[in-house]
Structure formats: C-alpha cells, structure tokens
C-alpha cells in the first residue's frame, strides 16, 4: 500500500469477547480519492470506523491518518478530519445557530458563512431545536458541522441511513460538489449504493471480518459481468446447470430456468467470452453491465461461503 496515503490500516483485528469481528483487515485510501467501504450489517463496518478515529483501541494491527497512529496522536489529527456519524448526535435543545457558534470553538478554521449556506439548501431551519428536526435534517446538520472546518479527510459513516429520497440525493451532491471544489479525500460506508455508485473511486467489501475486495471501481466493473445464454439440450442429453460451461470466467452467482442460464462472473475478459459464445453447446450469449448492488450482493448475499452461488436480489444485501 502506499505509505503516502491518507488512510492506512495494517493487519487491524477487532474482537468483543470470543467474537472476531476485524481479522487482519488491510486498506489504503490516496489524497483525494472516495473510498467507499461495503458489507452487510455487522460485519465490522462501524468497529473500523471507530478504529479510524481513535475512539477504539484494536486488539492487533495499527492505523495511520496522515501518517500518524491515530490512537497516539487522536487530538491533533482531529483538527484535520471531518466525522458525520450513523445516529446524528448533537445537543438535543441546541439549534443549527448555536451548534455552528459551537463547534466553532474548537478548530482553527471554521467557514460559518459556508456551512449556513450549506444548511439553507438542505432548508434547515436554524432556530429550531436538534431534537425537533427531522431525521433527514439532523443528518444534514451532521454533514454541514464536518465540513465547516474545511477538512482534509472526511469519514462518514453511512450518512444517508434512514432518509428519504429526496434527502439521501442531497446529501450526495453536497458531496459531490465539496469534491469538485476542495479535492478532499473522503472515507464512507453506505447502504445507498447507487447514491455510492456516483461518487466513488475506491470499493472495499467486508465479509465474515475479512477484506473480500479492494479495487479501483472502474476496473471492478470491467470485471464483473453478467452474462445470459441458452443451452442447446439434445447433445448428448447434457443437464448440467451451466457452470462447467462459465468456468474461466468465475462464476460467483448462476441461475437457470429450463435452457436459459444467467450468470454474474467475476474474472470476465473479451476471450473467454468469445470462447463460450463459439461454444457447442452454447446459443444467444448476451452480455452487459452489472450494477455495483449486484456485484455486493454476489460477494457477500445469502450463502456468499466458500465460492458458492449465491441468489440475486437486493434483500441480501440490506
């Protein structure tokens, strides 16, 4: 990995108790990147979070902001990081006014001009108590105090849970805005995809307290494909369920339906294609894109074990 990165986790373990939930997690995230981090709920995704802000102490493995040990040097790292949290957690009786006054405080810079700007397209009212905001608001009072100090690094820990559309949309063009403007690096983990999909440079996929992948998500997406095609029955009477026919293209979810087999692939490559498409036993091999909800689903969905096809759908994954 880099060691000029802005983020750096070595070997992290995480235990609570007998259970593993982190074993020997490893990542890296560059000066200006998004890296976006993925599992399914439990999978350590927040114990990671905390490990990155100097909140937990890990039982084995280190982490490096800026190239400092985050749990060594937490105060001064935190002047340069901005943190928006799952629960947004502020002062119940404190308006957006006062929180901004507040958090002014404690940082060397702090643009309030911009972050009431920032408050007023999301139509957050200043004057009314945190805990009278919607949820959707006091998220986006969350985003707005972590950029105010115009951070260099910005963790984020799944920002848009529990907000409507409209709300999850705004949340992504702030940020999308912020990283035309400032280039700032930015570490997330989301359920919102799609919303993910749009920003992203880097995908990580946690799964049973391993890092399943690491990859650049334009390469990612060159790889992963699904494919469709129909078996020609009658040669040789041949049943089988189409793997032996996908196998140097790595299968990671197969479905069929009487001679229709439909597949996302991991390992895809112009080649292998041709191969199966010229097959003898293979008729109408179609191709095309796979979103990154299905290339999630497919590595960490119901049964995601031991390389075993898993079943498409959404519903694995939330």
Same mark, same amino acid.
């Given at each position: 990995?880099?060691?000029?990165?802005?983020?750096?986790?070595?070997?992290?373990?995480?235990?609570?108790?007998?259970?593993?939930?982190?074993?020997?997690?490893?990542?890296?995230?560059?000066?200006?990147?998004?890296?976006?981090?993925?599992?399914?709920?439990?999978?350590?995704?927040?114990?990671?979070?905390?490990?990155?802000?100097?909140?937990?102490?890990?039982?084995?493995?280190?982490?490096?902001?800026?190239?400092?040990?985050?749990?060594?040097?937490?105060?001064?790292?935190?002047?340069?990081?901005?943190?928006?949290?799952?629960?947004?957690?502020?002062?119940?009786?404190?308006?957006?006014?006062?929180?901004?006054?507040?958090?002014?405080?404690?940082?060397?810079?702090?643009?309030?001009?911009?972050?009431?700007?920032?408050?007023?397209?999301?139509?957050?009212?200043?004057?009314?108590?945190?805990?009278?905001?919607?949820?959707?608001?006091?998220?986006?009072?969350?985003?707005?105090?972590?950029?105010?100090?115009?951070?260099?690094?910005?963790?984020? &820990?799944?920002?848009?849970?529990? $907000?409507? %559309? /409209?709300?999850?949309?705004?949340?992504?063009?702030? +940020? @999308?805005? *912020?990283? =035309?403007?400032?280039?700032?690096?930015?570490?997330?983990?989301?359920?919102?995809?799609?919303?993910?999909?749009?920003?992203?440079?880097?995908?990580?996929?946690?799964?049973?307290?391993?890092?399943?992948?690491?990859?650049?998500?334009?390469?990612?997406?060159?790889?992963?494909?699904?494919?469709?095609?129909?078996?020609?029955?009658?040669?040789?009477?041949?049943?089988?369920?189409?793997?032996?026919?996908?196998?140097?293209?790595?299968?990671?979810?197969?479905?069929?339906?009487?001679?229709?087999?439909?597949?996302?692939?991991?390992?895809?490559?112009?080649?292998?294609?041709?191969?199966?498409?010229?097959?003898? &036993?293979?008729?109408?091999?179609? $191709?095309? %894109? /796979?979103?990154?909800?299905?290339?999630?689903?497919? +590595? @960490?969905? *119901?049964? =995601?074990?031991?390389?075993?096809?898993?079943?498409?759908?959404?519903?694995?994954?939330?």
């Amino acid at each position: 990995m880099d060691e000029q990165a802005v983020l750096r986790v070595e070997d992290l373990k995480v235990r609570y108790g007998r259970t593993v939930v982190l074993d020997g997690v490893s990542l890296a995230v560059e000066k200006g990147e998004v890296g976006a981090l993925l599992g399914r709920n439990g999978t350590g995704k927040s114990s990671l979070v905390r490990c990155l802000l100097g909140q937990q102490r890990p039982e084995a493995g280190r982490v490096r902001v800026f190239g400092q040990d985050v749990w060594r040097h937490r105060a001064r790292l935190m002047g340069r990081i901005g943190v928006a949290p799952e629960e947004p957690d502020a002062p119940p009786l404190m308006t957006a006014r006062q929180l901004d006054r507040f958090g002014a405080q404690f940082y060397t810079r702090w643009d309030a001009c911009a972050l009431r700007q920032r408050l007023g397209r999301f139509e957050v009212p200043l004057d009314v108590p945190f805990a009278r905001l919607s949820r959707g608001q006091k998220a986006q009072v969350m985003l707005s105090l972590a950029l105010a100090p115009e951070p260099e690094l910005l963790i984020l &820990d799944d920002p848009t849970l529990g $907000l409507d %559309a /409209v709300a999850r949309r705004g949340v992504f063009e702030e +940020l @999308v805005v *912020e990283l =035309a403007d400032r280039g700032i690096t930015v570490f997330l983990c989301s359920h919102d995809l799609a919303g993910i999909e749009g920003i992203a440079s880097q995908i990580m996929v946690l799964g049973g307290g391993r890092m399943l992948l690491d990859e650049d998500l334009e390469t990612l997406k060159q790889r992963f494909r699904r494919l469709s095609f129909q078996r020609i029955v009658g040669v040789g009477d041949r049943q089988d369920d189409g793997h032996d026919l996908l196998a140097g293209l790595g299968p990671l979810v197969v479905k069929t339906r009487g001679r229709h087999v439909e597949a996302v692939v991991s390992r895809f490559d112009d080649a292998a294609f041709e191969r199966l498409r010229r097959h003898v &036993d293979v008729e109408s091999a179609q $191709l095309e %894109a /796979v979103p990154l909800e299905d290339i999630v689903v497919s +590595l @960490v969905g *119901e049964g =995601a074990t031991g390389g075993q096809p898993l079943a498409l759908g959404t519903e694995a994954y939330r």
